[in-house]
């Protein structure tokens, strides 16, 4: 069994920051791929921004200069710091890993969402 459990989300001004987190723990044998994707009110989930095992890493245009995705392999964890945000910004925040355990040789697992409100 595998869980991502997510922390770091809360309410900030246009303009601020934000540092969200998210733990894999479980039966893992080794991570893939991880990310963060994010659901506004009424809009399709959408990806912000992914960062491979090797710590390649990729961008949604829309927070691309301002967003910042990290990981750290020794704590099966993965960080994304949002700076200049924007209103815009406001959505529900979801972490994505693709993991190996002993039963499953790659399946896609997610965690429960972090709510992040940017408003003055």
């Known amino acids: 069994q595998v869980q991502l459990v997510e922390s770091g989300g809360g309410l900030v001004q246009p303009g601020g920051s934000l540092r969200l987190s998210c733990a894999a723990s479980?039966?893992?044998?080794?991570?893939?791929?991880m990310g963060w994707y994010r659901q506004a009110p009424g809009k399709q989930r959408e990806l912000g921004a992914a960062?491979?095992?090797?710590?390649?890493?990729n961008y949604a245009d829309s927070v691309k200069g301002r967003f910042i995705i990290s990981r750290d392999n020794t704590k099966n964890t993965v960080y994304l710091q949002m700076n200049s945000l924007k209103p815009e910004d406001t959505a529900v925040y979801y972490c994505?890993?693709?993991?190996?355990?002993?039963?499953?040789?790659?399946?896609?697992?997610w965690g429960q969402g972090t709510q992040v409100t940017v408003s003055s």
């Open positions: 994505k890993a693709e993991i190996r355990t002993v039963l499953v040789s790659r399946g896609a697992y």
């Open positions: 479980g039966s893992i044998f080794s991570i893939y791929g």
């Open positions: 960062i491979t095992s090797g710590g390649i890493t």
